[in-house]
């Protein structure tokens, strides 16, 4: 397996990681000391940051690929 394949794979496991604890934040009952609203907006912000990280993994490995 070549180096460019395990940082891939290392960086999809890291979205998947990020979109998992954004799903927890919005619909667990862990965080129940924060306010919902703040709990939401957040929740969000990080499956947001996970959707833009799986973007930039894909057009890398498009941009790889040519």
């Not at 934040?25 to 799986?54: D, E």
Request: hydrophobic share 55%; no cysteine; charged share 20%.
């Amino acid at each position: 397996m070549r180096f460019d394949n395990i940082i891939r794979l290392f960086g999809i496991i890291v979205v998947v990681f990020i979109f998992v604890f954004g799903g927890v934040v919005l619909f667990s009952k862990y965080f129940t000391y924060i306010p919902s609203s703040f709990r939401t907006m957040m929740g969000i912000l990080i499956m947001l940051y996970g959707a833009y990280r799986l973007a930039t993994i894909f057009n890398k490995i498009r941009d790889d690929e040519d």
